[in-house]
């Protein structure tokens, strides 16, 4: 089964405002979290990576935040954008087993004109 | 720059006949490649990888195997169809040990009839 789950399947975010993609894992072997956006249609998109030993990583408005106690990954995305309206997938490799990625359903993410 | 190639875009096959899809990169030298099947709604499920030409794992036991016959090519085929082989296909790349950082391509939407 999978490794990693999405709190929630979709989200719906007005124009502007800060969206907040939320992600559990279980196994504490982990060693890289991914956050991957998809479009409808296309293939999915890097976005932006922390290594286990890390809390905190920003990257050009998206920050991902790291959780070890409680196994939880965020992901923020500042000042939304219509654009920013995809599936967004948080995905992970576990230690020893890098080549493989575990990644988890998914989040819709619609954003309000 | 690396660009990764998957055709056809679009395949509509009956149950029992065989498949064939393509996936080519661009730009680099001995990627390490991925193919993925993700369902309707659903996470990516990995199918198979490859670290070098002929090498070849697979994942998940099915009704599919793959193939790499050269550096920057990678196949997945069956012999005969079944409905459950329905799905988006997705072939992704890697370089180096950089495996968490996986580049998608555009994929092929199967339809099995």
């Known amino acids: 089964g999978e490794s990693v789950g999405l709190h929630l399947p979709t989200l719906s975010v007005q124009e502007g405002d800060n969206s907040i993609i939320n992600c559990a894992y279980s196994?504490?072997?982990?060693?890289?979290f991914i956050w991957y956006k998809q479009e409808s249609g296309k293939g999915p998109q890097f976005i932006i990576d922390?290594?286990?030993?890390?809390d905190k990583r920003q990257g050009q408005r998206v920050t991902v935040l790291l959780n070890k106690t409680v196994k939880h990954l965020s992901l923020q995305i500042a000042a939304t954008q219509p654009g920013d309206s995809a599936v967004y997938f948080c995905?992970?490799?576990?230690?020893?087993?890098?080549?493989?990625?575990?990644f988890g359903a998914g989040t819709t993410v619609t954003v309000r004109a | 720059s690396q660009t990764i190639h998957q055709w056809p875009a679009t395949l509509v096959q009956p149950v029992g006949s065989p498949l064939s899809l393509e996936c080519t990169v661009e730009?680099?030298?001995?990627?390490?490649l991925y193919w993925y099947r993700q369902a309707a709604g659903r996470g990516l499920q990995l199918l198979f990888y490859?670290?070098?030409?002929?090498?070849i794992s697979s994942e998940v036991p099915q009704n599919l195997s793959a193939s790499r016959p050269q550096d920057r090519q990678f196949i997945l085929s069956s012999k005969k169809l079944l409905l459950s082989d329905s799905g988006f296909y997705l072939c992704?790349?890697?370089?180096?040990?950089?495996?968490?950082?996986?580049?998608f391509g555009p994929g092929t939407r199967l339809t099995v009839t």
């Open positions: 992704a790349w890697t370089l180096g040990s950089v495996f968490h950082e996986q580049y």
């Open positions: 196994n504490s072997a982990s060693d890289y």
């Open positions: 922390i290594r286990s030993n890390m």
């Open positions: 995905a992970e490799t576990e230690r020893g087993n890098d080549y493989k990625l575990s």
């Open positions: 730009g680099t030298s001995n990627p390490n």
């Open positions: 490859s670290v070098g030409i002929g090498q």
